[in-house]
Structures are given as structure tokens and as C-alpha cells.
């Protein structure tokens, strides 16, 4: 091969290589990375912007602000899910913006795993600051026969930690907070990360 040709092909091996590491980065940017630090360990989670754009926005939005560091998980159903996002320790209601646009038709499903925005079962664009965690694959909360539950992300790891958590005995509160665990699991800090490797996620109530 000749000296020219030898250095055409090192020419287009380089722009590949410089293309292909910008398109890493790139997608890295549009997937942003969340850490649930929990008083039963901690969650992580990958967000779906490409996807879900407003849900994700609004949820950043409340992690930057740090709304939800001090929240407990109000509402936890074993193998179904588990729900945090909207009351402290006392149970008080937290001030949120304002609701935003259901985006439950963006082919995302609820399945074992994924995030999505807890809402009012009648109103589709009633979600705030209001998330739940599947530990089972809950396809009636897609859209469908209803408007569906707009999924925004995934866990990558801790997994089993939200497991964990939907298994936790019930039955001390009443009214509004029937299902809210006896033993409180408060959220303690929520914040971005980068980096984080990312695990096969499997829910024990689908294996």
C-alpha cells in the first residue's frame, strides 16, 4: 500500500475515532445520572430526555433545588412500587410548581425498574414533583385503556434497595397514608452524578 493511501486510511481511522468519542459524549449529556441516597441505601437512576423531556426537566429541577432531600417514601405496594416525592416526616405537604404534560405516549413502558411521575388517577397532567419506582412490570399504568403514567428514567443500580422498601410492613397510618411503611424511610439527599457503571436491572417479582 502506498504512502498516500497509508495516510488517507490513518485520516478517516481518526475522524471516526474523534466522531465516534463525541457521539459518546453527547449521548452521556442526554442521559443524566441521579443519585437517591435513602436512609436503606442508595438508588440510582438514568433519565430518558430524548424521551420524556418535560418530565425529566422538572425533575432535575427539583433535584437541584433539593427538594427532595428530607422526603420520606409515602406510599410503598411489594411487588409493585414504591412512591416518594410530596411529604416530610410529619406527613406535611410540600409546595410544589406547578402540575406539568402527561408524556406517557413516548413508548416508554412500566416495567420492572423505570421511574415514572406519580399523578391524580383523573387528571393526566396533574404531576409535580411526585415519582414512583416499578419493582414489577406494571403495564395497566401505560397509556391505553386510561392516559397512562409517564415513565422518565430507569434504575441502574439499587435496585434491590427499592425492593426492599416495597416489602416493608404497613398497617400503622390511616386515611390518605394506609400504605405508607411503619418503619419511615427518609430520603436524604438526591443529587446529579456521572460516571456510574450501569447494571442489568431484574425485579425478583418477575424472575
Request: aromatic share 10%.
Given at each position: 500500500?502506498?504512502?498516500?493511501?497509508?495516510?488517507?486510511?490513518?485520516?478517516?481511522?481518526?475522524?471516526?475515532?474523534?466522531?465516534?468519542l463525541f457521539s459518546t459524549n453527547s449521548w452521556s449529556e442526554k442521559?443524566?445520572?441521579?443519585?437517591?441516597?435513602?436512609?436503606?441505601?442508595?438508588?440510582?437512576?438514568?433519565?430518558?430526555?430524548?424521551?420524556?423531556?418535560?418530565a425529566v426537566e422538572n425533575f432535575l429541577k427539583y433535584v437541584d433545588r433539593h427538594f427532595y432531600d428530607g422526603l420520606i417514601f409515602h406510599r410503598v405496594l411489594p411487588r409493585f412500587m414504591i412512591q416518594t416525592g410530596g411529604f416530610g416526616f410529619d406527613f406535611s405537604k410540600k409546595e410544589t410548581d406547578e402540575p406539568i404534560k402527561n408524556e406517557s405516549a413516548n413508548g416508554l413502558s412500566n416495567r420492572c425498574g423505570t421511574v415514572a411521575m406519580a399523578?391524580?388517577?383523573?387528571?393526566?397532567?396533574?404531576?409535580?414533583?411526585?415519582?414512583?419506582?416499578?419493582?414489577?412490570?406494571?403495564?395497566?399504568?401505560?397509556?391505553?385503556?386510561?392516559?397512562?403514567?409517564?415513565?422518565?428514567?430507569?434504575?441502574?443500580k439499587g435496585i434491590r434497595i427499592a425492593e426492599a422498601i416495597s416489602e416493608l410492613r404497613r398497617?400503622?397510618?390511616?386515611?390518605?397514608?394506609?400504605?405508607?411503611?411503619?418503619?419511615?424511610?427518609?430520603?436524604?439527599?438526591?443529587?446529579?452524578?456521572?460516571?456510574?457503571?450501569?447494571?442489568?436491572?431484574?425485579?425478583?417479582?418477575t424472575r
Amino acid at each position: 500500500m502506498s504512502k498516500n493511501k497509508n495516510h488517507s486510511l490513518k485520516i478517516v481511522l481518526i475522524t471516526m475515532f474523534i466522531t465516534l468519542l463525541f457521539s459518546t459524549n453527547s449521548w452521556s449529556e442526554k442521559r443524566p445520572q441521579v443519585k437517591i441516597q435513602t436512609s436503606m441505601g442508595d438508588i440510582y437512576l438514568e433519565l430518558y430526555p430524548e424521551k420524556s423531556p418535560i418530565a425529566v426537566e422538572n425533575f432535575l429541577k427539583y433535584v437541584d433545588r433539593h427538594f427532595y432531600d428530607g422526603l420520606i417514601f409515602h406510599r410503598v405496594l411489594p411487588r409493585f412500587m414504591i412512591q416518594t416525592g410530596g411529604f416530610g416526616f410529619d406527613f406535611s405537604k410540600k409546595e410544589t410548581d406547578e402540575p406539568i404534560k402527561n408524556e406517557s405516549a413516548n413508548g416508554l413502558s412500566n416495567r420492572c425498574g423505570t421511574v415514572a411521575m406519580a399523578r391524580l388517577g383523573d387528571d393526566p397532567d396533574s404531576a409535580s414533583s411526585q415519582f414512583y419506582i416499578n419493582v414489577n412490570n406494571n403495564k395497566h399504568l401505560d397509556i391505553g385503556n386510561n392516559e397512562g403514567y409517564t415513565v422518565f428514567g430507569r434504575v441502574i443500580k439499587g435496585i434491590r434497595i427499592a425492593e426492599a422498601i416495597s416489602e416493608l410492613r404497613r398497617g400503622q397510618h390511616s386515611g390518605q397514608f394506609v400504605d405508607a411503611p411503619n418503619q419511615m424511610v427518609q430520603i436524604i439527599k438526591v443529587k446529579r452524578v456521572k460516571d456510574q457503571k450501569i447494571y442489568n436491572t431484574k425485579c425478583a417479582a418477575t424472575r
